[in-house]
């Protein structure tokens, strides 16, 4: 078969890598402090993190969903206000996202060539990867997965159409990205009864009006039809009750189906670009385990703020040991007030704090190493302030309080 081939091409190897835990999340204090982090959420170099993840799990993880950078050599922005007229992007409150710009081609594949052959090591034997690109780079990508993979083992190269907006005049809109799902060998999870939709409403009128529709062959109509390799999901629009305001926000649908095809509960599920969180979100919300892992703290953020929405399975929050989110040194003691009272404690925080805020978090027994959070507040994603007071579990020793901004400073108090 042939093979792709660039200058800057060399052999895929993993790196020296570690990782650090930097809290254990018990979201809305379900567990607390007791429950094991049965998943992971990795803030780092996606290199270095799957290279320290070799020695616990080489072929254990059973899918893999890859929604790496485009190649459209674009720098994303992040939405960040709150209550804006949709209607007027152009009066958006807007920080960086993350950047999805290349020197030139060879640069970008020196990125995912060894990405993609460590994706393969950590599979088990039996999974599967999604590869979500589009026409940018899905040609080259597929090079890469047959040399990976083999190409024998491409299952599926999956459409998924949507609308919209687009300001091109001279060519067909280009509404599509393409999904590569290629299986580690020939044995492989494929849950075809649980993806299973119905028929069209003229299909079934069509079977019931003639015997010879089909060609004399009648498909169970009540069970449904395995879906085509093109789907229709609509995209993350303006105006989406999904939307986080991180960039190139994926809609929960779609991530569903692909979990549902190829897991099962208990399984684990990773998704080292995890950007806003939704394959985190689906898998949680279906009874897997995850592993996510984004270079963006940002985006970390943003998966965070959305686990926390429903009680769950502890979560440990890690950095990859070169990675550090951005610190501030503000003194807030002032404006944070602790009730201590035996029945029912709560930490409350002044209203011109709620302002500045994203996120907050405590650990009512801090023991000066690994934050326990116990309890969380994140700031709604349509309009409304973040909540100003937090009930929490006990008061036990020492108390730490976490705060991270609209503008990204973090910063802790401990009394």
């Not at 969903?65 to 007229?85: I, L, Q």
Request: hydrophobic share 35%; net charge negative.
């Amino acid at each position: 078969m042939p093979t792709l081939n660039w200058s800057s091409k060399t052999p895929p190897s993993s790196v020296p890598a570690s990782l650090q835990t930097d809290s254990i999340l018990f979201p809305q204090g379900k567990g607390y402090p007791h429950g094991k982090a049965e998943n992971r959420l990795i803030l780092g170099d996606n290199l270095n993190v799957m290279s320290a993840l070799l020695e616990e799990y080489e072929g254990c993880i059973n899918l893999i969903y890859a929604d790496p950078p485009f190649f459209t050599n674009k720098r994303w922005k992040a939405r960040v206000g709150r209550g804006e007229d949709s209607r007027r992007p152009e009066e958006w409150d807007t920080v960086e996202g993350y950047t999805d710009y290349w020197p030139n081609i060879e640069t970008y594949l020196d990125m995912l060539f060894p990405r993609l052959a460590l994706m393969h090591r950590l599979l088990h034997p039996e999974g599967t990867l999604y590869l979500h690109l589009d026409w940018h780079a899905n040609h080259y990508a597929r090079l890469l997965l047959d040399e990976i993979f083999g190409p024998d083992r491409l299952l599926n190269e999956i459409i998924w159409t949507y609308h919209g907006p687009s300001p091109i005049r001279s060519a067909f809109n280009r509404k599509h990205d393409t999904i590569l799902s290629y299986t580690k060998s020939a044995e492989y999870t494929f849950n075809v009864d649980d993806v299973r939709e119905p028929y069209n409403p003229n299909t079934v009128k069509t079977f019931q009006s003639s015997p010879k529709a089909g060609f004399g062959k009648v498909p169970d109509l009540e069970r449904g039809k395995v879906p085509e390799d093109w789907w229709y999901f609509p995209v993350i629009a303006r105006l989406h009750n999904e939307r986080t305001g991180y960039p190139t926000q994926k809609p929960e649908a779609l991530l569903e189906r692909i979990i549902l095809a190829s897991s099962n509960p208990g399984d684990i599920v990773a998704d080292f670009f995890c950007g806003s969180g939704t394959s985190v979100v689906m898998a949680r919300k279906l009874g897997r385990r995850f592993i996510a892992s984004d270079a963006q703290w940002r985006a970390i953020q943003a998966t965070r703020n959305r686990l926390i929405q429903t009680p769950g399975i502890a979560i440990s929050l890690e950095m990859e040991s070169q990675a550090r989110p951005p610190r501030g040194e503000a003194d807030i003691r002032d404006l944070v007030t602790i009730q201590r009272d035996s029945a029912h404690p709560s930490i409350s925080i002044a209203e011109s704090l709620t302002e500045e805020l994203d996120y907050w978090e405590i650990d009512p027994d801090w023991d000066g190493k690994i934050f326990h959070s116990a309890a969380q507040a994140a700031r709604p994603l349509r309009k409304g302030k973040i909540a100003s007071e937090l009930n929490i579990p006990s008061l036990g020793g020492k108390i730490a309080i976490r705060f991270i901004k609209i503008d990204g400073e973090q910063s802790a108090l401990y009394v």
